[in-house]
């Protein structure tokens, strides 16, 4: 089963506009990563956020962690067209000494007009 | 730096024949893994190296598909036989270890099985 739940499943916004997604999961976490995926390419990595931070920055990418209350949420200030793609947010699970397992969610859709 | 490299990049098959997916990754990257992705999911761990060993292959369907990565280097996906619900992308994947580590990700191989 997917760990993290992103919300919403697609969003659609006027360039200029910021862009917030945000993602849910159930368990306990080490570290929670945001991946983009444009259209039929593979997955690229933004950025990432360990547990004991609350927030990061990246450029135009913000990530919150609330591990209270098992969430996170990307923002992306004054999107632009060539942001549009699919973003996922994936968990890092500890699996065994020093291995650690991603589980990704179903993504967001973001699409940005010109 | 050259990135993962997959091929096929795309194949079509028939229900119930044989296919291969191949994947390089980033040179001295010792942790490989290989993903399923479903239209509209996220991707899905099916198995995971740490140089010629399987770390996690706890998701993968064993009586239908099998991989390999014998020298630590490149690695096969093999299916065989092949179902209709088997149509997806195959990403492979590779990170310097499996700690915390950001994963970078190949374009994928398309498959649909008719």
């Known amino acids: 089963s997917q760990q993290g739940e992103e919300d919403p499943q697609a969003l659609s916004i006027q360039e200029g506009e910021n862009a917030t997604m945000n993602c849910s999961y159930k368990?306990?976490?080490?570290?929670l990563q945001w991946y983009r995926q444009n259209s039929g390419r593979g997955l690229v990595h933004l950025i990432l956020?360990?547990?004991?931070?609350r927030e990061k920055h990246s450029g135009r990418l913000r990530v919150t962690l609330d591990t209270s209350k098992k969430s996170s949420s990307l923002l992306i200030t004054a999107s632009r067209a060539a942001d549009t793609a699919s973003y996922f947010c994936?968990?890092?699970?500890?699996?065994?000494?020093?291995?650690?397992?991603?589980?990704f969610g179903k993504g967001t859709l973001l699409t940005v007009n010109p | 730096e050259a990135g993962v490299a997959q091929s096929p990049r795309y194949k079509i098959i028939e229900k119930r024949q044989s296919v291969a997916f191949w994947c390089n990754p980033i040179?001295?990257?010792?942790?490989l893994y290989w993903y399923q992705q479903i239209l509209g999911q996220g991707p899905k761990l099916l198995i995971q190296?740490?140089?010629?060993?399987?770390?996690?292959d706890s998701q993968l369907p064993k009586d239908r598909f099998s991989a390999e990565r014998l020298k630590g280097v490149d690695s096969t996906l093999k299916i065989q036989p092949a179902k209709l619900e088997d149509s997806a992308v195959y990403l492979c994947?590779?990170?310097?270890?499996?700690?915390?580590?950001?994963?970078?990700f190949g374009p994928g191989t398309r498959l649909t099985v008719l």
């Open positions: 956020i360990r547990s004991n931070e």
């Open positions: 994936a968990t890092a699970l500890n699996s065994g000494g020093s291995n650690y397992k991603l589980t």
């Open positions: 368990t306990s976490i080490n570290n």
């Open positions: 190296f740490q140089n010629n060993g399987v770390v996690d």
């Open positions: 994947a590779s990170s310097f270890t499996s700690s915390y580590n950001t994963q970078y």
């Open positions: 040179s001295g990257h010792a942790t």
